[in-house]
């Protein structure tokens, strides 16, 4: 069964404090994965997309990294800001390319 | 400005009165999708559609119907809402599969 799971589930920071989310699927095989903003009382934002292994993106101070079995959101000196929920969403190879499969998500709290 | 809108953002309804929450979108996506949000078990795909007249269950698709007549509009039907239907729901749309444009959401309490 593909299957995405994301940890922590909350994390807090202190302002300028790097961290790193964690994303873990298992599919059969990868088409594409998604990372996701959320604020509260609102739609997900898409942050980038990833198709292979040693694939990287950056945006500010988050960078999104693949490998074949997980991928990592890194946020750098993370500012109050950056407060967010983030999702990871996974598109299977075995599936139609309008299948998304969404983690659980990771709640950010970033204290100034 | 590009966008994905809902309607209603809040609903509020009785069980079995079918209801139909609306979906446009304004980039000409191919692809747009539903997803319900609930505590705990996170966002999950209702059903999606590759191209008008192209429509495909998600992982949850029990107890709704969607239709795909025109690309820009994806609407969400609820024949007999239950109060299991209680939900946070969005409606997304995308250039061939790739990341999603969410709408703002519409909040459904069924009673």
């Known amino acids: 069964e593909d299957q995405v799971t994301q940890s922590p589930e909350a994390l807090r920071l202190q302002e300028g404090e790097s961290s790193s989310l964690n994303c873990s699927y298992t599919?059969?095989?990868?088409?594409?994965l998604f990372w996701y903003r959320q604020d509260p009382g609102k739609g997900p934002e898409f942050l980038f997309t990833?198709?292979?292994a040693g694939e990287e993106k950056e945006k500010e101070r988050l960078k999104a990294t693949l490998t074949k079995k997980e991928s990592f959101l890194h946020i750098t000196a993370p500012k109050p800001e950056d407060s967010a929920t983030y999702l990871c969403?996974?598109?299977?190879?075995?599936?139609?390319?309008?299948?998304?499969?969404f983690g659980q998500g990771t709640t950010l709290q970033v204290k100034p | 400005e590009a966008q994905v809108t809902q309607n209603p953002r809040y609903l509020i309804t009785v069980t079995g009165k079918k209801l139909t929450v609306t979906c446009s979108q304004n980039?000409?996506?191919?692809?747009m999708s539903w997803y319900r949000q609930d505590p705990g078990l996170g966002l999950r795909q209702i059903y999606y559609?590759?191209?008008?007249?192209?429509?495909d269950k998600g992982d949850v698709p029990e107890g709704y119907k969607v239709s795909r007549k025109e690309k820009r509009n994806f609407p969400l039907i609820l024949e007999s809402p239950s109060p299991n239907q209680t939900s946070l729901y969005f409606c997304?749309?995308?250039?061939?599969?790739?990341?999603?444009?969410f709408g703002s959401g519409t909040r459904l309490t069924v009673v």
């Open positions: 997304a749309s995308s250039y061939r599969g790739g990341g999603y444009t």
């Open positions: 599919v059969s095989g990868l088409r594409g």
């Open positions: 990833l198709y292979s």
């Open positions: 969403a996974v598109q299977p190879v075995s599936s139609n390319t309008g299948k998304l499969i």
């Open positions: 980039m000409n996506h191919e692809y």
């Open positions: 559609s590759m191209n008008v007249e192209v429509t």
